[in-house]
């Protein structure tokens, strides 16, 4: 693989200009998570090993190189397997619209079946689909295999397997193993993700590399590094699950995997907040928490800050008064003027239930236009705490390992 890979970064750094005729892309989908990320670095790999010919076979992470520090459960898998992330090539150092325009470009698609609409231009060019997402795409336009099971790679490593088991080796075998297991929410049929297939493949590779990771461990593992946030700074961590909508006002709603205490903490965190607010041109920010007590007890939060204290008090007061769902908030004290802070005391109110709360408060701000979501930054990675939450399943006092079987229920996210 790494070869590979350096051959790619080589091609890129001097200028596709000097490659070969044709440039094979193979794209994942913009949330970039570790599912796509392993489906376009193998299945590129597999065409270049197996279609042959003068055609550059290059994965592309649908991410700017700045942001992978986000995914940092990729970034623990790449390590994990002796990959550098330097020899990974991101959407912002290729211009596909330039390789499609001199007649150069093919596209595969992993981990979606359609383009985005910033993308909509290089339709004519996608020649292969492979995703587990809801088929979206009219068969006919290209090769499609989409099929509903728990994780991309399932069908890549299915493919792999079929087609040039001799290219599957322990680094190739341990990240398809890794993206199963997480997407699969390890295998647990509890959590309503895990398919046959997925077990199967599961199997496969257990059986051929023996020294595989043990499951649960390895689940374990990535699990934390997901919600490890203690290499990012302030503007990362409001980066890392954020979602965006807009009318007459644009707001943010960021969540955070530490307490609000430890955040507000740093006496600048107030500047910081306000230069994030600068550069997207946000009227309001506001900050939901996510924190587990020493006895796996979770804990929410909530913050709303702006230096509109008219902006900062009506958004407070509406979402101390909502019913639907009520969110019990008990003001916190704060020790920034320009930052409200509560206790949520709904343990069940994800982000998923707050962000109608909010729109609802646009909405009258606007006198009942319609609302705007925005992508100021790729899709959340799935799997997060944030949409669809497991504890949306109604489960107080749930356990960490419970909690971690449950990381699933999400139907109402866009990139999956």
Request: hydrophobic share 40%.
């Amino acid at each position: 693989m790494e070869p590979f890979l350096t051959s790619c970064c080589r091609t890129v750094k001097a200028g596709l200009d000097q490659a070969r005729p044709q440039v094979h892309v193979v794209l994942g989908n913009e949330a970039c998570d570790v599912d796509s990320m392993v489906s376009a670095l193998v299945y590129a790999y597999f065409l270049h090993k197996t279609v042959g010919g003068e055609t550059v076979h290059i994965p592309l992470l649908n991410i700017r190189q700045s942001d992978l520090v986000l995914r940092s459960d990729n970034v623990f898998l790449l390590n994990q397997t002796g990959l550098s992330p330097d020899l990974l090539v991101f959407r912002d150092q290729m211009d596909l619209p330039a390789l499609q325009r001199a007649g150069r470009l093919r596209l595969t698609l992993v981990d979606h079946n359609v383009l985005p609409s910033s993308d909509r231009d290089l339709e004519g060019v996608v020649v292969e689909v492979v995703d587990h997402h809801l088929q979206e795409r009219d068969p006919s336009t290209c090769s499609v295999t989409v099929e509903t099971v728990g994780s991309c790679c399932t069908l890549v490593a299915e493919r792999v397997l079929q087609k040039a088991p001799d290219i599957l080796d322990q680094q190739l075998a341990h990240l398809l193993y890794a993206a199963v297991l997480l997407d699969c929410v390890n295998m647990a049929p509890a959590a309503g993700k895990v398919t046959p297939k997925d077990s199967q493949v599961a199997a496969a590779l257990e059986m051929r590399f023996p020294g595989l990771p043990q499951r649960g461990a390895l689940f374990q593992a990535l699990q934390k590094a997901k919600f490890d946030v203690s290499g990012l700074n302030t503007q990362q961590m409001l980066l890392k699950d954020m979602k965006a909508v807009s009318g007459s006002l644009s707001l943010v709603i960021s969540v955070l995997y530490v307490p609000l205490e430890d955040f507000l903490r740093p006496p600048d965190v107030e500047d910081e907040l306000t230069a994030f607010c600068r550069q997207l041109s946000l009227d309001l920010l506001v900050l939901m928490t996510i924190s587990f007590t020493d006895t796996q007890q979770p804990v929410r939060e909530l913050a709303v800050f702006s230096h509109s204290a008219t902006c900062r008090d009506q958004l407070s007061q509406h979402l101390e008064q909502a019913q639907n769902p009520a969110l019990n908030l008990s003001p916190l004290s704060s020790p920034h003027p320009h930052i409200t802070a509560y206790h949520q005391g709904n343990m069940l109110a994800s982000r998923k239930k707050v962000l109608p709360l909010i729109k609802d408060f646009l909405r009258e701000e606007d006198g009942g236009g319609d609302m705007e979501e925005d992508s100021r930054v790729p899709p959340t990675p799935m799997n997060s705490l944030v949409d669809g939450c497991p504890l949306d399943g109604g489960l107080p006092g749930i356990s960490a390992q419970a909690l971690q079987e449950k990381f699933c229920k999400m139907a109402d996210r866009p990139d999956l």
